[in-house]
């Protein structure tokens, strides 16, 4: 219940709506009832001989609706006979309806809107807290639960959570009023019809707590299911080089399985409350006819034949609104579990925040200095006392053994990772004494894997920069070695690039991404080399690209490239977590240790071939 009434606060400012609905609802529901509350006095005035001359007193009170009629039909029928009491009768009932059905359409209307601005602000809670995550946490999760929670658990909240609040607040009022016409009509009788409810409310209530705990279980199994699909579709192009289709199909087709197999068992128990409802339904109508049926024939009872035909009548209705709350109720399991699951997403903690006191880097002045830098993920310690400096307008290049901790280290200066000890200042500024807005601003970012939106080119520089104009945008694709190969694509700046950049070479999406690094004009470049071979003619314009880029700024590069590594003003060799040696390139030459093994080996870019005189 608590998860339900969260849930519901996102529909806030909730007076704006349920006030108004509730109105509308109480008026519809008044007019409806009316009308088959109309239907007693209808027959005992129709049919009864003895009151056919005798026009039936008006009540004291407008309130007492049965005696108004009553007066009003037998008014009519003595003045202007049967006929045109049948014509007021008509009239009346449409003119009910159609009250009735205008404020209903009102109040759905009010529902509606309810509705969508919940889930409006639900998707948007549970978006934003995403994005605010630090980047830990997306290597841990996986994508397709993280996906299937913001696309499809929102939208199960949306079917059954917010569909029972339209069934909470209308049919508890309908219930009422049709009650209150039945205590009128006869409470004897409807005291005793009330008996059943609790047992009903038992066997659901049983029904729906089996149901939510195979909810959870089926949005968990539908969570892999997306997280399956987006592995194929991510990996289709190896998936089919390695022949793995068949062992990839059969995965998905076995979760898929599973899935079904939760849906079924769940449906089979979900299909029950409805005809156990309508079971129950028909045995309480038996009972009222029987029991009511009983008290009209012998005279014991406040009713009469009429008033009894009204009752039943009446009586079915009841069962309508109560069976829409069992109905909807037996849904509402899958909603709340789908809700706990978007819930629990909006209640993420983010590890990696600004501290209260922290002040915006403006501009860097002087350098990057690591001092006993130690990082572990969880247990496993990955960066043990790492010091240098990297000072400003030099280039760094951090190069050794795969796995040696090149990437953890470059993540630690953008704060994607917070060290476990030591420190990293920006100016004698401690990183985490600085909002990470302000320091990620002055950083720009190109990695390996060229990472493109579905967009235009245009867009894809720009990106994030919503006020660069095309001569910026042209000016840093110039820069980057990208302005000519962009005018020959079909649309130029207007081209949209594919899924992750799809329609263009390695060596295009590279040189875009630079573009977009040199549009953000960054005093520091953090930049990781893309391993993968290029052309040599494609590799010499990345290369060109990057040499611009670095220009100028002062630089910490993971370097796959002898170029980059000869040019570069310190390297750095990183190997098992530790620096082991650091120097020029020279200079490490001469050390004989393991850059030379590293050079030796021609480790870096199979573009390049080392030449015997860099090894000297
Ligand atoms: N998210 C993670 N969780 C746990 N361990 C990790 C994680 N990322 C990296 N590691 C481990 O940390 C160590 C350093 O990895 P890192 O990616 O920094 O090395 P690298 O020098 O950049 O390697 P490469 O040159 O192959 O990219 C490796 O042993 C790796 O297994």
């Known amino acids: 219940m608590k998860t339900y009434f969260r849930l519901l606060s996102f529909a806030r400012p909730i007076n704006r709506y349920a006030i108004p609905y509730i109105i509308c609802t109480i008026f519809s529901v008044i007019f409806s009832t009316l009308n088959l509350a109309l239907v007693a006095p209808l027959l005992t005035t129709l049919f009864d001989e003895n009151t056919q001359q005798v026009i039936s007193p008006m009540p004291s009170s407008y309130f007492d609706v049965f005696a108004v009629f009553k007066h009003y039909t037998s008014y009519t029928k003595v003045m202007y006979g049967p006929m045109a009491t049948l014509k007021f009768v008509c009239v ?35 978006f934003d807290s995403v994005m605010d995550m630090h980047l830990g946490y997306f290597s841990n999760e996986r994508k397709g639960d993280i996906l299937s929670k913001v696309a499809s658990d929102v939208q199960v909240v949306q079917y059954s959570v917010t569909g029972t609040l339209q069934v909470l607040f209308k049919e508890p009022v309908t219930i009422i009023a049709y009650l209150v016409f039945l205590f009128i009509i ?96 028909v045995i309480m109508v038996a009972g009222i006819v029987l029991f009511g049926g009983s008290l009209v024939l012998e005279h014991k009872g406040d009713m009469d034949a009429a008033s009894f035909i009204a ?104 704060r994607f990772i917070d060290v476990k000890s030591g420190n990293i200042l920006i100016d004698g500024k401690d990183i985490r004494s600085v909002t990470m807005e302000s320091l990620r601003t002055l950083m720009g970012i190109v990695n390996q894997e060229s990472i493109l939106f579905n967009d235009s080119i245009f867009n894809n520089i720009a990106f994030g920069n919503l006020n660069a104009t095309a001569e910026e945008v042209e ?16 649309d130029g700046y207007a081209t949209n690039i594919g899924d992750k950049g799809s329609k263009l070479s390695g060596g295009q999406r590279q040189r875009i991404c630079i573009a977009r690094a040199v549009l953000a004009n960054p005093p520091i470049m953090l930049l990781d080399e893309a391993t993968s071979a290029l052309d040599t003619e494609s590799e010499k314009m990345v290369q060109e690209a990057l040499n611009n880029l670095m220009k100028n700024r002062t630089s910490l590069v993971i370097a796959h490239r002898l170029s980059t590594i000869q040019n570069a003003d310190q390297i750095i060799v990183l190997d098992n977590g530790q620096i082991a040696e650091q120097g020029t390139h020279q200079e490490l030459l001469n050390a004989n240790g393991i850059y030379r093994k590293l050079i030796e080996m021609q480790t870096f870019s199979s573009n390049e071939t080392v030449p015997s005189e860099v090894i000297g």
């Open 92 to 126: 009346t009932i449409v003119i009910s309806v159609l009250l009735s059905n205008i404020f209903r359409y009102f109040a759905d209307r009010i529902m509606e809107s309810l509705r969508i601005h919940t889930l409006l602000n639900l998707r948007k809670s549970v």
């Open 475 to 490: 000016a840093a694709a110039r820069i980057a070695n990208a302005h000519e190969f962009i005018l020959n694509t079909t």
């Open 311 to 414: 009752y039943i009548a009446l009586f079915s209705q009841v069962m309508r609104p109560a069976k829409a709350i069992s109905a909807s109720f037996s849904g509402i399991h899958s909603g709340i579990a789908a809700g706990e699951r978007v819930l629990e997403m909006i209640d993420m903690k983010c590890q990696i925040n600004d501290a209260p006191d922290a002040t915006a880097l403006t501009e860097f002045k002087e350098a990057i200095r690591f001092e006993n830098v130690t990082f572990a993920y969880e247990q496993k310690e990955v960066l043990r006392n790492i010091s240098f400096t990297v000072p400003k307008g030099k280039t760094i290049a951090l190069v050794g053994p795969s796995g040696g901790g090149k990437s953890t280290l470059m993540d630690l200066v953008p």
């Open 186 to 281: 006869s409470y004897k009788l409807t005291l005793a019809s009330m008996l059943i409810i609790p047992i009903a409310g038992f066997l659901i209530s049983k029904i729906v707590r089996k149901l939510k705990e195979q909810a959870m279980a089926s949005h968990v199994a539908y969570g892999m299911m997306i997280s399956y699909l987006d592995e194929a579709l991510h990996g289709i192009k190896i998936i089919k080089a390695f022949n793995a289709v068949k062992f990839i199909t059969n995965r998905f087709h076995r979760q898929n399985v599973h899935y079904s197999k939760i849906i079924r068992s769940m449906s089979k128990k979900q299909q029950m409350a409805s005809p156990v409802s309508e079971t129950l339904g």
